[in-house]
């Protein structure tokens, strides 16, 4: 069993420590380490776990440190785990900027540290029904709405919320990105609060992807088009459908029929089953299996490095866009 250990216990940090108890199989959770006193107080009594006074402590007390603050401390706490020599697991945005990013993958690969970062859409349900699916895109759509909420404000809805959208994106389309176009508009915060990007990659796929923290609706939607296949994912939902087009009729009922110039043809429309499970929980037992059976996470932090690095070019177009709206 893993001893592990919970650095931040804000609204994020008490669901790690609540799913880290359901995993005691995997995990002794041994504590957890805040800056806000009155806080380590009450999630000390909730949890009854104890609190620890410092940093470095909780670090020597684990072989793990989950790593559940706000991103500008990312960097700092997870070189320490990574000089102290243990394995880690970090909420996205990996850290605050792709440097240190690199540093930190070039860190943690020399002294043989896992780290699994927390793109939790890689274990939503309606992500995870598609595992079986070959999915070859060639034009992706994706929409992530919510309202306004004051928590996550200090950057960008780019690496607040788009980047679970450029994660899944990666991960599906494999291939580099050699142009994008992106805009966006600060609302009600002093970065965009909306944006738009479409992404132009190597093998020809085309991304079409918005992000919004001001919407009066929830919507987390990705749609994948491609040759004779249209896949549909709601994050929110936690639902799939894939419909295909097929040279013969279904065996199952749930089909359509279409009389096309070349012939008939056939929609076939299926709702793959969407097991229920808890996401971060998921990817907790995936950081613990990766080092007990020493293999890579299934999200690397170089696939958190390489969703930072889109998202950072993202913002400097943004911010090209903006200065040339000024100049007009």
């Known amino acids: 069993m893993l001893k592990i250990g919970v650095v931040g216990a804000g609204h994020l940090g008490k669901i790690h420590l609540k799913c880290l108890q ?20 009450s999630v000390s009594e ?6 620890f006074s410092d940093y470095e402590l909780l670090i020597a007390a684990c072989d793990v440190v989950d790593i559940v603050a706000p991103t ?32 930190l993958v070039s860190a943690a690969g020399q002294k043989g540290i896992k780290v699994q970062v927390g793109h939790v859409e890689r274990y939503n349900p309606a992500f995870l029904a598609m595992k079986e699916m070959d999915l ?19 950057v960008s809805v780019v690496l607040d919320l788009m980047i679970h959208d450029l994660d899944i994106v990666l991960n599906i389309v494999k291939s580099p990105v050699v142009n994008l ?10 970065e965009s609060d909306i944006c738009n990007a479409r992404l132009q990659f190597e093998n020809g796929c085309v ?3 918005t992000a919004s923290r001001i919407s009066l609706k929830q919507m987390r939607k990705l749609r994948i088009f491609q040759p004779n296949a249209y896949v549909s994912m709601d994050f929110l939902e936690k639902e799939s459908q894939i419909i295909q087009l097929k040279e013969e009729a279904p065996s199952h009922g749930n089909a359509f029929e279409l ?8 929609l076939d429309v299926q709702m793959p089953e969407a097991l229920p499970v808890n996401a971060i929980e998921e990817e907790l037992k995936s950081l613990h299996r990766s080092i007990v059976m020493d293999i890579e996470p299934e999200v690397t932090a170089n696939d958190a490095a390489e969703a930072l690095q889109l998202a950072f070019r993202i913002l400097d177009a943004i911010q090209s866009q903006q200065k040339e709206g000024i100049k007009a």
């Open 72 to 103: 500008s401390f990312h960097f700092e706490l997870a070189m320490k785990a990574v000089a102290a020599g243990k394995h880690i697991f970090i909420e996205k945005p990996i850290v605050s900027h792709p440097n240190e990013a690199k540093t």
């Open 207 to 209: 991304a079409n992807l």
């Open 22 to 41: 359901n995993l005691s199989e995997q995990y002794e959770l041994v504590g957890f380490f805040d800056t806000n006193q009155e806080t380590s107080r």
């Open 181 to 190: 176009h992106a805009s966006g508009v600060s609302v009600v915060s002093k």
């Open 259 to 266: 009389s096309l110039e070349s012939g008939t043809k056939w």
């Open 46 to 51: 909730t949890f009854q776990i104890p609190s």
């Open 136 to 154: 070859q895109p060639m034009f992706i759509e994706a929409h992530r709405l919510a309202p306004f909420n004051p928590r996550g404000t200090d």
